[in-house]
């Protein structure tokens, strides 16, 4: 469902004719199969959002090539990337990202109306989703009316009110307590259980970490191995029943 094949990434600092190359991704070689949930764990700066903006196209990397879903998406302008991403991949965000004078009811649906369909199949389609997510009762209400818990079901739900096959989740536990993180990862797997969700996780908690069908570490923007050898991803994956 998604391969990265020998990533690298630097950003450029400084003025022009002072500029110097930072490089913030080496090499990487990550395939993931449909169905998978794949976690990556790394420290702040480890090149693990990097990681996953690249393959969400939010970043061209500086060498390398991304397939998803059988497509090469590399080279995609922003058009062809926003459409893409429409049709194909979700996104769960660490701050929930909802937009504060919508009701959750407006954030869910919000794709939807974006994509133009009418409004009694968005009436359906959102209220359906709300009620399988177990908070259709909170519709009516704004963010700032909602729990952490909450909010970040609502975010879920509009990342999934397209149906995408694949889910991206950026640090989606960071802002919750431990209540609503043990509720939400039960929610990520039953997603991937029921519906055959592609998730790629990435996070520095061991906890979200082991949800993961396989988890990897990534170190200095090189996936590595338990002894730290650099690019010998397979030797730490972690295959669970």
Same mark, same amino acid.
């Given at each position: 469902?998604?391969?990265?094949?020998?990533?690298?990434?630097?950003?450029?600092?400084? #003025?022009?004719?002072?500029?110097?190359?930072?490089?913030?991704? #080496?090499?990487? !070689?990550?395939?993931?199969?449909?169905?998978? %949930?794949?976690?990556?764990? *790394?420290?702040? $700066?480890? *090149?693990?959002?990097?990681?996953?903006?690249?393959?969400? *196209?939010?970043?061209?990397?500086?060498? $390398?090539?991304?397939?998803?879903?059988?497509?090469?998406?590399?080279?995609?302008?922003?058009?062809?990337?926003?459409?893409?991403?429409?049709?194909?991949?979700?996104?769960?965000?660490?701050?929930?990202?909802?937009?504060?004078?919508?009701?959750?009811?407006?954030?869910?649906?919000?794709?939807?109306?974006?994509? *133009?369909?009418?409004?009694?199949?968005?009436?359906?389609?959102?209220?359906?989703?709300?009620?399988?997510?177990?908070?259709?009762?909170?519709?009516?209400?704004?963010?700032?009316?909602?729990? $952490?818990?909450?909010?970040?079901?609502?975010? %879920?739900?509009?990342?999934?009110?397209?149906?995408?096959?694949?889910?991206?989740?950026?640090?989606?536990?960071?802002?919750?307590?431990?209540?609503?993180?043990?509720?939400?990862?039960?929610?990520?797997?039953?997603?991937?259980?029921?519906? $055959?969700?592609?998730?790629?996780?990435?996070?520095?908690?061991?906890?979200?970490?082991?949800?993961?069908?396989?988890?990897?570490?990534?170190? !200095?923007?090189?996936?590595?191995?338990?002894?730290?050898?650099?690019?010998?991803?397979?030797?730490?994956?972690?295959?669970?029943?």
């Amino acid at each position: 469902m998604i391969e990265l094949r020998q990533i690298e990434h630097a950003f450029t600092l400084g #003025r022009k004719g002072n500029e110097r190359r930072v490089p913030v991704l #080496r090499g990487i !070689d990550l395939t993931i199969r449909q169905g998978e %949930i794949v976690t990556l764990i *790394g420290r702040s $700066g480890s *090149g693990k959002s990097t990681l996953l903006h690249i393959a969400s *196209g939010f970043i061209r990397p500086t060498n $390398g090539r991304v397939t998803i879903a059988g497509q090469d998406v590399t080279d995609y302008g922003e058009g062809q990337w926003a459409d893409f991403r429409r049709r194909y991949l979700g996104f769960v965000f660490q701050n929930f990202q909802l937009i504060p004078s919508m009701t959750a009811f407006e954030n869910t649906e919000l794709p939807l109306v974006l994509q *133009g369909v009418p409004a009694e199949n968005r009436r359906k389609q959102t209220t359906e989703l709300l009620e399988k997510l177990g908070i259709a009762a909170y519709a009516d209400h704004y963010p700032s009316e909602l729990s $952490g818990g909450q909010q970040q079901r609502v975010g %879920i739900a509009r990342s999934l009110i397209l149906n995408p096959p694949v889910l991206l989740a950026d640090e989606p536990t960071g802002s919750l307590d431990s209540e609503n993180e043990e509720q939400l990862l039960q929610l990520l797997q039953s997603l991937n259980r029921e519906h $055959g969700i592609t998730l790629l996780i990435i996070t520095h908690d061991d906890k979200v970490a082991s949800i993961g069908n396989r988890t990897m570490r990534i170190e !200095d923007g090189q996936l590595v191995s338990p002894a730290g050898t650099p690019n010998e991803y397979r030797k730490l994956e972690v295959v669970k029943p």
